[in-house]
Structure formats: C-alpha cells, structure tokens
C-alpha cells in the first residue's frame, strides 16, 4: 500500500521544498495540496467539519505552483491535488497548467477533483451553486478535448473549445490521455455517476463508511461498461492508525492519503517520524 500525505501548505508552515523532499527521502509516496483562491470574510456557508473555520483555509499556497516546486526536487514522489476546485477555474488554462505539470513531473501528477463547499468563494468565480457539478463534468471534458492525442473540438452546455494545437500533453497512461483522475465528495449517486463516466476512482475525505458505500460504487462503475479491476479507492485526508490501515488493506486499497498539520517544519517532521511506521 502506497502511503501519501497532504498538508495544507501556506505562508507560514513548511516550505513545499523541504517537506517534498522528506516525503521522498522517507519513502512516502505522494504529496496532495487543497485548493482555495479566498475565503470572503462575509461568509454565511458553514464549515463543513464544524465551528470556526481554521485559518490555514485563507492562506492556502497555489497547490500547481506548490507542486511545480515539489516536483523539480524529487523523482518518483506522486503529486496531487486534493482537491482541484475545477468549475471555479478557466477551463483551457487550467488544461495547460495540468498538463504541464504532468509533463515536467514525468507523469507523476494525479488530478484530486471536487466541487466545493464554500457558496460565497464560488459565487466570487461566477459558479452557480446549484449546476457546479455539471459546470465541473462539462470542464473536464473540454479539458480532455484539449488533451487528446489529435486536435479535438469541444462543445457543451458552459463551455467550448475549437480543435487546436494544444502542447505539452499529459504524459500517455493505458487508461487514457488524461492525467489520473480521482474525485472527492460524499457518497451519493450523483457523485459515483461522475466517478464511472470521467475518473479513475474516489477520494474518500476521511476514510469513513467504506464497508457500506465501496460496494455501491463497484456496481455503478462496472454498470457503466467500466472494467472492475481499475477502480481506484484512495481514502484522503485520513488520521492513521494500525486498525484503519489494515481495514482499508481487507478493501482492497492500494493508496491511503494521510493528513499532515499545517504547521512549521519542526512539527510536521515529527508527525512525518510518527507516520513512519506506515511506509
């Protein structure tokens, strides 16, 4: 089992730099960075996991420019985003900054997809809250037009692209020409439809409820025409113990995202001492 980590890199913790380099230095395999580009102060949408928002959300470092450092001081460290905001973002941009990372990094980069939970951050991006998901679907195909191997045109219902010249492209998988694609968010019929049409798997935000809702999402993915053995389950953002990393092992899951505290150098390496017992 590959374990990873994400952190919530700001202006004041560890420098993308030094930890990237622990990570690979200690054997972890991957590094995954959140998104946000602001937190309005006026903000009426609560925080997901209760009380006061923490203040690392304001001071997020840019996770691709973050991940472009990381990925120029390391080797075989898988590099992620967990998650990409990708409605709030333009589209063929946001295709050229992927694929270039992806490029650059010898295809290390794993594309984490999710839609938000911040009304007010969203709405500054003109995202109409109610059709974010399929503002975010119809984002990821247009950015796929982009990607493919041959000038491909692109027209849907927010968005459209000419057939163009569009280099570097995503470093080739057999799964296609898009980088690895997981998407986070709860479970949900609508979510696990996403997943089966558009994604290599699902970034669970803390790992809970597996047993009951994996099973549901195999039946959807193989009823999608998908083949059953490629359906990737990376529980993210995950407190460990040696209970739940067995447990998730009995799944079947081949990758496990631990989360780091969003603290300076000190802290986080000994946290990283801790979770040494994982590799």
């Known amino acids: 089992m590959r374990i990873s980590t994400t952190i919530f890199l700001t202006d ?3 420098t993308p730099v030094r930890l990237a380099r622990e990570l690979e230095e200690r054997g972890f395999g991957g590094l995954y960075l959140p998104e946000h580009t602001h937190i309005p102060v006026d903000r009426t949408t609560p925080y997901p996991a209760g009380g006061e928002l923490p203040p690392e959300y304001g001071r997020t470092l840019d996770p ?9 001081v390391t080797s075989d460290l898988v590099l992620g985003t967990g998650i990409t905001l990708v409605a709030q973002h333009d589209p063929i941009d946001l295709a050229k900054q992927i694929a270039t990372l992806d490029f650059l990094s010898g295809g290390r980069f794993t594309l984490g997809v999710g839609f938000g939970w911040n009304k007010e951050e969203a709405a500054d ?15 990821m195909a247009l950015m796929r037009a982009l990607w493919a191997a041959e000038p491909t045109a692109y027209k849907g219902e927010y968005g459209s692209v000419r057939a163009s010249y569009a280099y570097p ?12 694609t997981l998407i986070g968010g709860a479970a949900g019929p609508k979510l696990f439809s996403h997943i089966a049409e558009y994604a290599d798997g699902w970034m669970p935000i803390g790992g809970r409820g ?15 025409g998908r083949d059953p ?13 040696p209970g739940k990393i067995a447990h998730y092992a009995e799944l079947g899951v081949e990758e496990v995202v631990l989360q780091l505290p969003p603290a ?14 994982y590799v």
């Open 169 to 180: 492209k995503p470093v080739p998988r057999p799964g296609g020409d898009a980088p690895r």
């Open 12 to 14: 004041e913790t560890i």
């Open 64 to 72: 691709f420019v973050a991940l472009g450092q990381a990925a120029a």
């Open 264 to 277: 300076g150098e000190g802290e986080v390496l000994r946290v990283l001492d801790e979770y040494g017992q």
């Open 229 to 241: 053995g490629a359906l990737e389950i990376v529980p993210y953002a995950v407190l460990p113990s």
């Open 125 to 139: 991006h003109g995202v109409e809250w109610s059709t974010r998901r399929e503002l975010g679907r119809d984002r």
């Open 210 to 224: 597996l047993t009951e809702s994996v099973p549901v999402l195999r039946s959807v993915w193989e009823s999608a």
